[in-house]
């Protein structure tokens, strides 16, 4: 699963902006997941645990925040969140498949000290 | 992604069966490491440099970075993209599930298109060159990046295997991603269209099942058409769930091997390369 790879990309980037503010430790990491990133939080999780302990955010915990799919409908000038990856427009039925929102994968925020 | 150092780089991958990938990191401490991927040396340093273990003295800190994840690889990937538009190249990204018939499609797609597209492939697989060599009995240049234990190509690969090819002789690279129906979907490689492929073997709802892949999709290609009856494939199901997954990609009905639909599909690239790329 690339979620193994991702995490460690994370870390990593983690680290690095934590030693350019003068810190030593992380505390917090916050992570932002689309929908339609193609990221399991479950298995982000699961490697965040697994990779965490040798590296400066060996004490910190994981927030992730997961970004629903959010389409704009052209017909209805509007956005609509999909649910269970439809892409259907509930007011008019259009299918759409311009996604505004959902595959983020961000490192939004990390707690240092 | 390196497995064995936990890097961002990609690990220990080849292309035409040559090791690549000498890199430089910069560890939290700020010290710089250079390293091969092709020896066994291990990956012990030791962080002599700093402590794990410190007191409280200093409040916490919230650094906000809202950075993307994946950014070098995007990175890389638009300075791929950017060298593929100068030279007006049509460069196709195609994955599917294993065995959905990407070699053959392309295969028999290389030989449709011969005098009419100048066609090179750079083909991803965990381990072998077996479909490099298939792809190799059109006439057309094929690099084979064998990706290990990875499973997706990244962009950085494409650059490197890109070297490989006398880029300003070709109309069109087809890249050949490893079989895989998740990870691909994550990684751009700097493509101007994604071919996603869904044999009709695999039945009629991988659409719903892989849903950021479909989605990313350009093109779907439905593939092996000749094995419909066989396989008891219900066309008008499959094609609304890829058209519910990815409303706004082109299908393709496709056989390799009667070769039905793939002079459609040969003369829509033809369209799309002489359109430019964007």
């Known amino acids: ?113 | 992604m390196c497995q064995e150092c936990g890097c961002s780089k990609p690990g220990p991958y080849q292309i035409d069966g040559k090791p690549v990938a000498t890199h430089t990191h910069t560890l939290a401490d700020g010290t710089v490491v250079t390293h091969m991927h092709d020896d066994d040396h291990g990956h012990t340093h030791d962080h002599g440099r700093h402590g794990h273990e410190h007191g409280h003295a200093h409040p916490h800190q919230i650094l906000n970075l809202n950075t993307g994840i994946l950014s070098g690889n995007d990175r890389q990937a638009e300075q791929n993209r950017g060298a593929f538009k100068a030279l007006n190249l049509l460069v196709l990204n195609v994955v599917s599930s294993p065995g959905a018939g990407k070699t053959a499609l392309l295969t028999k797609t290389l030989n449709e298109l011969k005098g009419r597209l100048r066609c090179a492939v750079i083909v991803g697989d965990l381990a072998t060159d077996n479909d490099a060599a298939r792809l190799r009995t059109t006439g057309a240049p094929v690099v084979q990046i064998a990706t290990g234990t990875l499973c997706h190509l990244e962009a950085g690969m494409v650059a490197e295997a890109m070297k490989q090819l006398d880029l300003r002789a070709l109309d069109l690279l087809i890249i050949e991603n490893v079989g895989n129906l998740v990870c691909p979907a994550s990684f751009d490689l700097g493509e101007a269209m994604r071919v996603v492929l869904h044999s009709v073997t695999e039945g009629e709802d991988k659409p719903l099942k892989y849903p950021p892949m479909f989605h990313s999709a350009d093109v779907v290609g439905v593939t092996k058409t000749d094995m419909s009856e066989a396989a008891g494939f219900d066309r008008e199901l499959a094609l609304k769930n890829i058209r519910q997954a990815s409303p706004h990609a082109k299908i393709f009905e496709l056989s390799a091997r009667s070769g039905a639909g793939v002079t459609a599909w040969c003369n829509y690239l033809v369209a799309r390369q002489a359109c430019g790329t964007a």
């Open chain 1, 1 to 113: 699963m690339h979620e193994f790879s991702i995490m460690q990309s994370t870390l990593e980037t983690a680290a690095l902006k934590m030693s350019a503010a003068g810190a030593t430790q992380i505390h917090r990491l916050k992570v932002r997941i689309g929908r339609l990133s193609g990221v399991v939080p479950e298995a982000l999780r699961f490697a965040f645990e697994a990779l965490k302990d040798k590296t400066p955010a060996a004490g910190a915990s994981l927030e992730i925040e997961e970004v629903p799919a959010v389409c704009w409908c052209a017909g209805c000038a509007a956005e609509f969140e999909t649910a269970k990856y439809e892409y259907a427009c509930p007011r008019c039925h259009e299918l759409s498949g311009d996604l505004r929102r959902g595959k983020e994968m961000e490192l939004s925020s990390l707690e240092i000290s």
